[in-house]
């Protein structure tokens, strides 16, 4: 498993960054309703931004004064295939041995109930 992987596991692993990527699975938003959202408060929220940002899991883009936050699909996907990938393969190809075995990637993140 590569280090850019391990690093992005243990910035997901973090409860705040959790709770901040859970709110992102919907889809982009600016600071203030990750913040109404996460019930994260200024500035522990910009803290854990930055370490989503360093692991590169989060994009930003900016608008006028407002900063808008999405989740990396890329990258997140990266890490669900690694995961993934050490699941049991499946004896039979039409039948999965888990039942995540064929989902991967970031749309399966946004399936969890966080």
Known sequence: MSEA???ALKAIAHPLRFRILGTLADGEHNVGEI???SGITQPALS???AILRKAD???TRREAK??????????LGKVT??????LPEAEDQGE???PHARRTGAAVFARLNI
């Open 5 to 7: 992987i391990v690093e």
């Open 35 to 37: 913040e109404e959202a």
């Open 47 to 49: 803290q854990q931004l």
């Open 57 to 59: 899991l989060v994009t």
């Open 66 to 75: 407002q900063v808008y936050y999405a989740i990396a699909p890329e990258e």
């Open 81 to 86: 295939d690694a995961l993934s990938a050490m």
């Open 96 to 98: 999965a041995a888990t």
